[in-house]
């Protein structure tokens, strides 16, 4: 049996390096200990020095037994941890308690947090014109880089004379900062400086500012985010055009089946899935638009967005466990509805 | 060469060898000190750090350095309350708004400086020296209360910048006349006399298409007559709007009247709403951007600067770019004024306004040594000869003696301005809910700038949220 080659698994209370069951049990009581007995600030560390040990028994055990596969993964699950799952945990925690970042007092006040973002009368009107105005520009912009991209892509599949430098053309918006981009859209839309109103001025006549009410200023922000996103998605639905077997299209255009036809069933089978993944990758996005929001209308012309909204509840104005409480809310709606996606998705492909 | 001259000449050189080695000597006992700050970056900073390289001498012989971070105002607030609720403890010393007292002095990060003060006479007699308003804005909290937290780095307040060449333009005096029945100012004397019912009528008079006469010249582009603050962002209407409350008879909510003051009924009154309507009633003379909300402090600034308007009020710490030509298409035409005021039944002027500027404040985690040198720092920074280089610079200063000398109105030409402005120089809320307060009357603003909401609603949502907020907050009962 390959096994003799492992040590036996040591017994419970025997004290090695290599005893996570001793680990977990010992940090245990030594966290729940520390946390009763000392002061936050030291407990802090001391259930830190006890996640840690546990941590290092587990890669002790791991590499006495052999199980390379576990250890490899070990430094990226260690980040992902530090860098992920504790500030999300903790920030959890923090959504339970009446908190500000910039006060030292700190009370467990259950779920008034998040009563109050649901339910006060001040607050709660702001998050949910916030989170509908989150929804408008979810749909408006990733229709708009999901039609252009894709007609992109179909231009871009062809061969023609310059195709690659103006490739590269295309793709440089999605390279630019978004502060640069953003920047530059702002002077564009500038009624004193900027070119739209100067052309519109000069054919109207008018005094014309596209910023001025909320038709105007939502459509310069979903303007912007579709010059700087379409070609993200015309790149990913490009691979899946390149990808498709010439010999079906020859094998069509010898059965004389129409392009259109064509289209629907050599085509769209092969950029389905990537289509959806783009579709995936920009709606999340956008739901977390708040860059351009700031730099356009700095939340003007009723263009609050959700994300933006939050950055000023937590960062901005210090309420740090409301501000917990509201992205837990948000984040819970991502991933309902990201799942939901994947799901019809995955059924569709699976009927196909 | 003689004997002599040789000899000399190695005395001399051997003297020099001697007292760079005692300096070397001394300076290897001194300690090194580096005060970190967080300062906006713009040119009342920057000429702060560039005198300190320049000329500054610890009195203790340590050598300190300052180490300045330079933060656009767009972020400041944001980059130093991160900065500070975070523990980082970086900051030895930041140049803080005065509004934010109450948010970090109750975080427990600005230090309170009255023991200092106490241990030196002397420095105590510079804070005395200061002009009472500028004082009390930038360093008491609670407000108008002997707990001191800061030094005044820069203080400021609202000017007209205006131009003369179209001011003073016979042809437009002449047809202003015949319209206002009024003379159309153009001197400093002149502009500091003015109304705000002036000030309407000069940016209704001025509004000029593209190719319509100005100044006797077809104007290049459009044109318009006034400009001040309407955006969205920080302060950038509220310190506008204040004033014209505070001139016409009305309040904001007052923190020295806690925990009796009340918000509803006050910044709601009568008179704040017509206030309100008479800053809202300028904008449409304004170029077209104020119907955005992004009319800033910066944009008015770039407006007046780029040669489309020809008054905009703002800030002086924005000034040196307007008077530079490298800068500024404008800046060999420029006269300055006060801002304008209102007339009180009594037939004498009310000039009310929001103050500007900022004091410099000691954080808590800093340390013996470095206060030491801190506040030889500061005492450098208030003394007269500095705060005069300061003023020729294009800074201001509070101090009396400074801002009476004759020769302080000749360094700049908006610091005619200056000294009568201060007695009419108030400030708002420096309770630990500024930002909240300041962020829900903003967006209110907003509405009603962009034409969204009426000024009496405005008012009345405001009201209602800072009686909601304060009440939880105990400041009001």
Redesign the interface.
């Known amino acids: 049996m390959s096994m003799t080659a492992t040590a036996a698994p040591p017994a419970l209370f025997s004290v090695t390096l290599d005893n996570w069951k001793l680990a977990i049990l010992v940090g245990l009581v030594v966290s729940v200990v520390a946390v009763l007995a000392l002061p936050a600030g030291i407990a802090f560390w001391i259930v830190g020095a006890m996640a840690a040990m546990i941590a290092a028994a587990f890669v002790v055990n791991a590499y006495r037994r052999k199980y390379y596969g576990g250890l490899l993964v070990a430094p990226a699950i260690a980040v992902l941890f530090v860098m992920n799952i504790f500030p999300l945990l903790w920030s959890l925690g923090l959504s339970f308690f009446a908190y500000q970042?910039?006060?030292?007092s700190i009370r467990f006040i259950g779920l008034n947090n998040y009563i109050k973002v649901l339910t006060n009368e001040?607050a709660a009107p702001a998050n949910w014109d916030a989170l509908i105005n989150t929804a408008m520009f979810v749909v408006l912009t990733v229709t708009a880089q999901m039609i252009v991209g894709f007609l992109l892509a179909m231009l871009f599949a062809k061969q023609f004379p310059l195709r690659k430098y103006l490739l590269i053309l295309v793709l440089t918006p999605m390279m630019l900062s978004v502060v640069a981009s953003g920047v530059f859209f702002?002077y564009y839309y500038?009624?004193?400086?900027g070119i739209l109103?100067y052309v519109v001025n000069s054919i109207t006549g008018g005094?014309f500012?596209l910023?001025?009410s909320k038709v105007g200023?939502v459509t310069g922000i979903v303007f912007a985010d579709a010059w700087m996103w379409s070609p993200f998605v015309m790149l990913l639905v490009l691979a899946g055009l390149v990808s498709v077997p010439k010999y079906l299209y020859e094998a069509a255009a010898i059965d004389r089946v129409s392009k259109w036809r064509q289209f629907w069933t050599i085509t769209f089978p092969y950029i389905r899935g990537l289509l959806m993944l783009a579709l995936l990758f920009r709606t999340i996005e956008a739901f977390k638009l708040a860059d351009l929001v700031i730099l356009l209308?700095?939340?003007?012309?009723?263009t609050m967005t959700i994300s933006y909204h939050l950055i000023?509840i937590a960062?901005?104005?210090?309420?740090t466990s409301e501000g917990a409480a509201l992205s837990y809310l948000m984040l819970f709606m991502v991933i309902v509805l990201t799942n939901l996606y994947l799901y019809i998705a995955n059924r569709r492909s699976q009927g196909a | 060469m003689t004997v002599m001259t040789k000899m000399k000449g190695f005395a001399a050189a051997a003297g020099l060898a001697a007292t760079l080695l005692t300096g070397g000597a001394a300076q290897a006992l001194a300690e090194e000190v580096t005060l970190t700050m967080a300062v906006p970056d713009w040119p009342p900073t920057r000429i702060m750090k560039k005198f300190f390289d320049e000329q500054y001498k610890p009195k203790s012989g340590n050598t300190v350095k300052l180490d300045v971070d330079f933060i656009p105002w767009g972020d400041f607030y944001t980059r130093v309350n991160a900065s500070l609720t975070s523990g980082e403890q970086k900051y030895n010393f930041v140049v803080s708004d005065s509004q934010w007292l109450g948010a970090f002095v109750e975080g427990g990060y600005f230090r309170k400086v009255n023991d200092l003060l106490d241990a030196d006479p002397e420095f105590k007699a510079v804070m005395e020296s200061m002009h009472p308003n500028p004082r009390d804005a930038y360093s008491t909290y609670p407000h108008k209360t002997p707990n001191f937290y800061g030094f005044p780095q820069f203080p400021d307040v609202l000017v007209n910048f205006a131009r003369s060449d179209i001011l003073c333009h016979e042809e437009e005096q002449k047809n202003f006349q015949a319209k206002y029945n009024k003379k159309l100012p153009c001197t400093g004397e002149e502009l500091d006399a003015m109304t705000w019912d002036d000030f309407r009528n000069v940016g209704e008079f001025f509004r000029r298409k593209k190719g319509e006469m100005l100044a006797g010249k077809p104007a290049d582009d459009d044109f318009y007559g006034i400009a001040y603050q309407a955006g969205k962002v920080y302060d950038f209407s509220s310190m506008q709007i204040n004033g014209f409350i505070w001139q016409m008879g009305g309040n904001v909510w007052d923190e020295t009247q806690a925990p009796k003051g009340q918000a509803e009924g006050v910044v709601n009154s009568p008179e704040a709403v017509a206030a309100f309507e008479k800053y809202l009633s300028m904008l449409e003379f304004m170029p077209p951007v104020a119907k955005t909300g992004t009319m800033d402090i910066f944009k008015t600034d770039e407006l007046f600067r780029e040669g489309k308007v020809a008054m905009n009020i703002n800030w002086i710490g924005l000034g040196e770019a307007s008077l530079d030509p490298k800068t500024s298409k404008v800046s060999d035409k420029l006269v300055f004024g006060q801002m304008p005021g209102t007339m009180g039944a009594d037939g004498k002027m009310v000039r009310w306004s929001n103050i500007g500027g900022q004091p410099f404040v000691l954080t808590t985690w800093t340390t013996d040594a470095q206060i030491k040198e801190a506040v030889e720092f500061v005492k450098w920074w208030l003394s007269p000869d500095i705060q005069h280089q300061f003023a020729a610079s294009g800074g201001q200063s509070a101090i009396k003696s400074v801002y009476e000398d004759p020769k302080y109105v000749t360094y700049r030409p908006w610091n005619r301005a200056w000294a009568p402005q201060l007695d009419w120089q108030k400030d708002v809320w420096h309770v630990p809910q500024f930002y909240e307060l300041l962020t829900q009357q903003q967006d209110q603003f907003d509405l009603a700038i962009t034409g969204k909401q009426d000024a009496k609603t405005t008012l009345d949502n405001i009201a209602k949220f800072q009686q909601n907020l304060l009440t939880e907050a105990g400041l009001i009962q």
Not at chain 1, 190 to 193: H, K, L, Q, S
Not at chain 1, 297 to 302: A, M
Not at chain 1, 315 to 319: I, T, V
């Open positions: 970042s910039n006060q030292q001040i702002t500038d009624p004193t400086f109103s005094q500012i910023m001025s200023a209308t700095k939340g003007g012309n009723d000023r960062n901005e104005q210090n309420k």
